[in-house]
């Protein structure tokens, strides 16, 4: 099969390039997806799992890109609560190849299935967004109706699934990024945008949601209120608000959480941040593109009617 795929990793993205590669072999419990759509982080070639296994061995050459939908091609042995044929949509374990790939070997709880309404390149772009943007609101910040809540990058692929679901959840939200993000994150619905350079003008927050890191993770502890959480995707963060809490998440798998998500979809009630869509040979290319505005997605197969 053809996938893109990288060896070296001092090569950085010069390093990525698409071969053939043997098609993927299903473990007990594992699903193998034909892949119609796939995205991408563009961080991954930093991430440990992308060179080593969870024991620490080499497994390059490593396949990146662990959002996909696509079609169930095989079960592995064991595998239940999904069928050859079926289209389906999640994200691969970061310690295994990913999607941007002709087929996936994914665990099936990774995956939900696929309502026939909905694209599989809106459907790529919304796993690991889509999770992240729960969890870290939901089950880690408990945000509640009422708070007001800081997200960073507002306008991105993360940050504008997160203004949504805040806004649906009665939250009042600020949103920062560039001055060129400003229309963007006023139309997914935030209350107050601000240029990053100028986060404190916040005031205080219940919750602040961090997609950078860095200075901007260090200036945010000082806009959290008593009581408050800052809540980071980017780094654990090195000192704690004052009165507050401030914690690392990684995205976890949830199929039921994908299922409702995929419905708010389907609703009208979520607009998930389709990007540029390019087809499997451009995906090196993507990788070091920076012009697309919401999550650039990788078309690998087109459905057939």
Request: aromatic share 6%; glycine share 12%.
């Amino acid at each position: 099969m053809q996938a893109i795929t990288v060896r070296e990793r001092d090569a950085g993205l010069a390093g990525l390039s698409v071969e053939d590669i043997p098609r993927p072999r299903t473990a007990e419990n594992d699903v193998l997806v034909r892949v119609h759509a796939a995205g991408f982080t563009t961080g991954e070639l930093d991430w440990p799992g992308t060179w080593h296994d969870r024991s620490g061995r080499d497994r390059t050459p490593s396949v990146p890109g662990h959002d996909v939908s696509g079609v169930v091609a095989e079960l592995g042995y064991g595998t239940t609560g999904l069928s050859v044929g079926q289209r389906v949509f999640g994200f691969a374990d970061g310690t295994r190849d990913g999607a941007l790939a002709e087929y996936i070997a994914v665990e099936a709880r990774n995956l939900a299935p696929l309502p026939a309404d909905l694209d599989h390149t809106v459907a790529a772009a919304l796993p690991i967004s889509g999770l992240t943007a729960w969890q870290g609101l939901f089950d880690h910040a408990r945000l509640a109706a009422g708070q007001t809540i800081l997200i960073h990058g507002c306008a991105g692929a993360v940050g504008s699934l997160a203004v949504q679901l805040a806004r649906e959840a009665g939250a009042r939200v600020i949103g920062t990024g560039r001055a060129r993000d400003r229309e963007r994150a006023l139309g997914f619905g935030v209350d107050t945008f601000l240029e990053t350079d100028r986060l404190e003008d916040a005031g205080e927050v219940d919750v602040v949601f961090d997609v950078f890191g860095g200075q901007i993770l260090h200036r945010s502890t000082a806009v959290v209120r008593a009581g408050g959480t800052l809540v980071s995707i980017a780094t654990p963060p090195e000192i704690q608000p004052a009165d507050g809490r401030a914690l690392f998440f990684i995205v976890e798998a949830d199929r039921a959480r994908l299922t409702d998500l995929a419905q708010r979809v389907r609703d009208g009630r979520l607009e998930v941040a389709v990007g540029e869509v390019r087809p499997l040979a451009e995906a090196p290319e993507a990788f070091r593109s920076k012009r697309s505005p919401g999550k650039t997605i990788i078309r690998v197969t087109e459905e057939q009617s």
